[in-house]
């Protein structure tokens, strides 16, 4: 897997800056930290948002026996979609003060279109279409521990796992009319569906600039074994969050995604590098 270093650097010199200017910051005014650490002192939280991602996305497959191999550019051979709109659930329990709950959910709906055609020869009509569907899916529930909180900073360890589900769909249609009456006609569709639940660490840390404003990173490593399937994955994200009250807040920001995925059946090998970076804003809720 090729990770764009300068993400994961970038992430790693916030959390530790946060760290370092958190105490020093934090007394200098007892009124505002009062009421910030009200605002993030939520118990339960749950968003919903978006994602305005680019993909890179490939696949490389191997024939164990006779060592051939072909590359697949997922959006340059294929033609999915480069960039597109992608919705995102997240959210945390937090029954005390050290430890919590965590879990977010975003998915993949990308389509494009192989093949089309219609084509008329005097008394014979052939149409058909071929379409390529990529319903990915990401889910991950995580254990979170804090490592360190005050009225304007806090920084949490997290440990669990994460669910990658790779699914694409190959559904063909096909009619042959002769002078207007139906020949011939049919349908097919193949999927490729394979779910693996590999284990995650992280960070994630915030600061608080005011009552109303924050700044928060976190970064996520998986990397396991589950089958016959094999994994690592690099996420990371940097946001902006706005606290109408301690029950309502807006976030956006940028992140980035990269994974590594291999396959390994008995007479094929199948590598696959999916990522993806983007936008991402939101709106959470909480008690």
Do not use: C
Request: aromatic fraction near 14%.
């Amino acid at each position: 897997m090729k990770f764009r270093l300068h993400h994961f650097v970038s992430s790693l010199i916030l959390v530790v800056s946060v760290i370092a200017s958190s105490p020093a910051i934090g007394q200098a005014s007892p009124a505002n930290d009062a009421e910030t650490f009200k605002n993030a002192s939520r118990k339960l939280s749950v968003g919903i948002g978006v994602g305005i991602e680019r993909f890179d996305t490939n696949f490389e497959f191997t024939n164990k026996s006779t060592g051939r191999s072909a590359f697949i550019d997922a959006e340059g051979t294929l033609g999915l979609p480069e960039t597109d709109v992608v919705p995102i659930l997240f959210g945390y329990w937090k029954p005390g003060k050290r430890h919590g709950l965590g879990f977010s959910y975003f998915r993949i709906d990308r389509r494009t279109t192989l093949l089309a055609i219609d084509e008329n020869l005097g008394d014979l009509n052939v149409t058909g279409e071929v379409n390529l569907t990529d319903r990915t899916r990401f889910y991950s529930l995580t254990y979170n521990l804090t490592a360190f909180q005050d009225e304007r900073s806090s920084v949490f360890a997290s440990f669990g796992l994460y669910g990658l589900e790779l699914r694409y769909q190959l559904d063909a249609t096909g009619a042959i009319n002769f002078q207007g009456n139906p020949v011939r006609s049919g349908e097919y569709s193949a999927e490729v569906k394979q779910i693996a639940p590999l284990p995650m660490v992280g960070i994630d840390a915030w600061f608080s600039f005011t009552p109303k404003w924050a700044l928060g990173t976190k970064v996520s490593f998986v990397a396991g074994k589950f089958g016959d399937i094999s994994g690592t994955v690099l996420e990371s994200t940097i946001r902006v969050r706005y606290a109408f009250n301690k029950n309502f807040g807006v976030t956006w920001g940028i992140n980035y995604f990269d994974s590594a995925i291999d396959i390994d059946d008995d007479d094929l090998k199948t590598e696959i590098n999916y990522g993806f970076d983007g936008l991402a804003m939101g709106i959470d809720v909480g008690f």
